[in-house]
């Protein structure tokens, strides 16, 4: 279980990355996103650098009561990034991976 703000926050960044990646015509920006997204989809989220951002600047500084997550369905949300960008996620709190993911679940339970 991961604190459920954490990818929200994860996405809003990703989306400032990739509005700078946009902008500059960066390909180093672009890779270094690529990276990020290929470490928490297979290392998993607590493991990417984001995550370490997170714990580490962030969540000290808010409260301590949060809402929990299971951390699979962000896993593949971040596999999903790998395709597009976080967009969804961080300005509406839809993360259309983890809802891709549970369909699947579903899918393979029928």
Do not use: H
């Not at 960066?26 to 998993?44: D, K």
């Not at 962030?58 to 960008?85: C, D, H, M, T, Y």
């Amino acid at each position: 279980m991961i604190d459920a703000r954490g990818p929200r926050w994860s996405a809003g960044l990703t989306s400032i990355v990739l509005i700078v990646a946009l902008i500059t015509r960066s390909p180093i920006v672009i890779i270094l996103q690529l990276v990020q997204f290929g470490i928490a989809a297979f290392a998993g989220p607590p493991n990417s650098p984001y995550a370490w951002l997170y714990k580490n600047l962030v969540q000290p500084r808010l409260s301590k009561n949060f809402e929990s997550e299971p951390v699979r369905p962000v896993q593949f949300a971040q596999l999903v990034g790998f395709i597009f960008a976080a967009f969804l996620n961080s300005a509406f709190g839809y993360c259309l991976g983890c809802k891709m993911y549970l369909l699947g679940v579903r899918f393979r339970s029928v």
